[in-house]
């Protein structure tokens, strides 16, 4: 009667989803202030002041049957010509508008790259810990998701993990620096390597392997930490961006593909990308918004709001006595479980109304994720619940 396999997708919310339920429920019970809810990543920074700006200035300025109407399948030619300029000036590449496919977000951005190269067989590698619905991706695409396991305590790549993983089916590896849940930024020496590894294995199966860079957290950096761009060092790059995070516009579902020009090939992967965003029944991404980012070029949500936040969370964890991977971008801190069932060490988390999300799910168990993408106050407000907890597992 029905796709079983959907069902099953639909029936069990992720655990994130769960506790975020949990949270609404308890903040009936206790009220707003006494409940900590660390559980989505869900951007608390307004979006720029640019966003509502272009928005009035679209509607009052352009035809309204043009600015609600369907654009072209891969998006509107001049926003496209604008993000590649852009991307051009900023990271030293060669694209065009012929190169950029305006999607509903990174989440659209990877299944409509998955369901453009996966072919009967295919394999795509996920480095641990990674954000869970690239399962549901990949499968949803054909393919299969395999794990490279997470190298702890450093959070950077496992070559030796890596290198095995890799076989002649393998079509693409996915890379998400800055990194959700772990905070990390692989650095310029990291994705070199990366890619002489990839350069070597495609010698060696006479196949194409993939990067795909998922980037929706690129510019939420701390310091000056650098993300290497992907299609600079490897030429069989795609880049899914979004502006979810950046410009804090989630809801608006509003991002881009990125085919390297440099790939061999290049030409024809962009038609199956277009091919896939057809069979995916995506007709083209929100023409407003695609207007909206290509006014907003250059402009970022607040950066130093979550900052602050990072250095709250991350020094109030630290102190009392939690072990914290440092984060370097992205709005998550990856805290050690001090109980190696990181699932029990959350459900107690609970006792003082702490929303702590276990990162089993992230292919890392024994680690846990904290969403910092919430107000300052909130933050300071938890710490002495935190400062309980820590207590309990003889942390301070
Ligand atoms: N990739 C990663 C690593 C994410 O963290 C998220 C969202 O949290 C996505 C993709 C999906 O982002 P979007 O809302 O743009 O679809």
């Known amino acids: 009667m029905y796709n079983k396999k959907m069902f099953d997708l639909g029936n069990n919310r992720s655990v994130i989803r769960d506790i975020f339920e949990y949270g609404k429920t308890r903040i009936q019970e206790v009220g707003k202030d006494n409940v900590y809810d660390f559980s989505l990543g869900n951007p608390n920074v307004p979006a ?15 035809d309204s049957t043009e600015l609600h109407g369907y654009t072209s399948a891969q998006g509107d030619f001049e926003v496209r010509r604008l993000l590649a300029e852009d991307i051009n000036s900023r990271f030293g590449v060669n694209f065009s508008a012929d190169n950029i496919y305006m999607t509903v977000g990174a989440a659209a951005s990877l299944t409509v790259t998955l369901n453009a190269l996966c072919e009967e067989g295919d394999e795509f590698i996920a480095i641990a810990p990674y954000f869970p619905e690239y399962k549901v991706f990949a499968e949803g695409a054909g393919g299969v998701l395999k794990v490279v396991k997470p190298d702890i305590p450093n959070f950077e ?18 890379v998400n620096s800055p990194n959700n849940p772990s905070g990390k930024v692989y650095s310029t020496e990291t994705i070199v390597k990366l890619c002489n590894l990839l350069d070597k294995k495609q010698v060696e199966y006479g196949t194409n392997i993939f990067l795909i860079a998922d980037e929706p957290y690129r510019e939420i950096v701390y310091g000056d930490v650098e993300v290497p761009y992907l299609p600079k060092y490897y030429k069989n790059t795609i880049v899914c961006y979004s502006y979810s995070k950046s410009l804090s516009l989630p809801g608006e579902r509003i991002g881009y593909i990125a ?51 990072r250095d709250l969370i ?43 999300v276990p990162a089993d799910g992230f292919g890392c168990p024994g680690y846990v994720r904290i969403s910092y993408c919430v107000s300052n106050d909130m933050i300071k407000r938890s710490l002495p619940a935190f400062e309980k907890l820590a207590k309990d597992y003889n942390l301070i």
């Open 259 to 309: 085919v390297n020009p440099e790939m061999e090939h290049s030409n024809e992967i962009y038609l199956a990308v277009c091919g896939a965003g057809r069979t995916l029944g995506f007709v083209c991404a929100s023409s407003m918004y695609q207007r909206v980012v290509a006014k907003c070029i250059g402009k970022t949500t607040d950066i130093k709001y979550y900052k602050e936040n």
């Open 314 to 356: 991350y020094n109030g964890l630290n102190d009392l006595g939690f072990s914290c991977v440092k984060p370097e971008g992205a709005f998550y801190l990856f805290v050690k479980s001090p109980i190696e069932n990181a699932v029990e060490f959350c459900n107690h988390a609970k006792k003082y109304d702490l929303l702590l």
């Open 157 to 174: 790549i496992d070559f030796d993990e890596l290198e095995k993983t890799i076989t002649k089916h393998t079509k693409g590896i996915i």
């Open 48 to 62: 720029p002041d640019c966003i509502k700006e272009s928005i009035v200035e679209l509607l009052d300025t352009m």
